[in-house]
């Protein structure tokens, strides 16, 4: 228990209460919106966001057992509850249709996450997206479905540009005044090319943009990307 919580990074106080209210607040959301089994789902899947952020925020990867391991259990919950998918009662069509909504969604998340990877480093010559964001994007479509996987490289943009925009301002100051109570105690923390100012983490990004869409977005996100089928 000890290895998994310091795998985590549970092992220090403050990211332990972090993670306990994430997890405890995610449950109790699940159970007040959808019925019991869609909120079964949802539990394991939002524990499954939060435990992969943990790991990628302190060690720039996500483990298999969050992305790969996350979703093959979406992809069997989806052919066993077909509401996870907002279809109706189960019945073999319904859950055949439900199943080949995950299919889509893993494929189509992993895809796209795939061919971002590809193009961004060929573009800014840099990693963009670590395989193992990818295989994310997969499990968020294993239980989102392909729009929850779009919705999430796109607000996985915007949530990235609401963190990382006041974090480079403040390097920018540190940098361009040392004195200043921002550069911090060490000389070397405002160095230019630390910390995420090359590289940072996407997965807690990507879970917090799938989260949103798994609780309250999907609604209007489903609506507005369905309005694109025709064009197809």
């Known amino acids: 228990m000890n290895a998994s919580a310091s795998y985590l ?19 109790i959301a699940c159970s007040l919106l959808f019925p019991a089994a869609r909120a079964a789902c949802g539990c394991i899947f939002l524990l499954g ?21 996350l979703a093959l259990t979406g992809l069997a919950l989806s052919f066993a509850v077909p509401s996870l998918h907002g279809m109706g009662p189960p019945s073999l069509i319904t859950n055949l249709r439900s199943g080949a909504a995950a299919l889509l969604g893993t494929a189509l998340g992993s895809a796209l996450g795939l061919w971002i990877s590809i193009l961004g480093e060929l573009v800014l010559d840099r990693e963009v997206l670590g395989f193992g964001d990818v295989k994310f994007l997969g499990a968020i479509g294993a239980f989102c479905g392909w729009r929850g ?18 974090q480079a301002f403040v390097r920018r100051v540190a940098v361009s005044n040392p004195g200043s109570i921002l550069s911090g105690s060490r000389p070397e923390s405002s160095a230019v090319g630390s910390g995420w100012s090359r590289q940072f983490p996407f997965g807690p990004m990507l879970a917090i943009a799938a989260g949103l869409y798994f609780l309250a977005l999907h609604p209007w996100v489903d609506r507005a990307l369905s309005r694109y089928l025709v064009l197809f």
Do not use: Q, Y
Request: hydrophobic share 60%; aromatic share 10%.
């Open 49 to 69: 966001m939060i435990s992969g952020s943990c790991v990628d925020f302190d060690r720039m990867v996500i483990p298999d057992l969050f992305t790969v391991g």
């Open 9 to 27: 990074g549970l092992d220090r106080p403050p990211r332990a209460l972090v993670f306990a209210l994430l997890v405890l607040g995610s449950c």
């Open 149 to 166: 996987a779009v919705f999430a490289v796109f607000g996985c943009a915007i949530v990235a540009a609401i963190f990382l925009v006041p």
